[in-house]
């Protein structure tokens, strides 16, 4: 059973930081790729980014620059350093992995950019 936990929401002030993990496991096959969605209330889930298992990573334009994933290959953990935040931000943000040709998803992690 593969399960995916995310960890590190938080209340925020604007200019603030806060860092998410995302932590994966249960699975014998070697994940693809590893990203994060967030959703802001009454809004679509929108992407904000995601890195393959070689490496390659991509951002949305709106957190390009301030927001910067990392990850533990050996631990299969993706981390959002998220910087300068600010109220659009806000939101619960989603861990989704893509593993053995299928999709899984976290059960989200709140983050509030308020002052």
């Known amino acids: 059973q593969v399960q995916v936990v995310e960890s590190g929401g938080g209340l925020v002030q604007p200019g603030g930081s806060l860092r998410l993990s995302c932590a994966a496991s249960?699975?014998?096959?070697?994940?693809?790729?590893m990203g994060w969605y967030r959703q802001a209330p009454g809004k679509q889930r929108e992407w904000v980014g995601s890195?393959?298992?070689?490496?390659?990573?991509n951002y949305s334009n709106s957190v390009k620059g301030r927001f910067t994933l990392s990850n533990n290959n050996a631990e299969h953990t993706l981390y959002l350093q998220m910087n300068s935040l600010k109220p659009d931000d806000t939101g619960v943000y989603y861990c989704?992995?893509?593993?053995?040709?299928?999709?899984?998803w976290g059960q989200g992690t709140p983050v509030t950019v308020s002052s």
């Open positions: 890195r393959t298992s070689d490496g390659y990573t």
């Open positions: 249960g699975s014998s096959f070697s994940i693809y790729s």
């Open positions: 989704r992995i893509l593993v053995g040709g299928r999709i899984y």
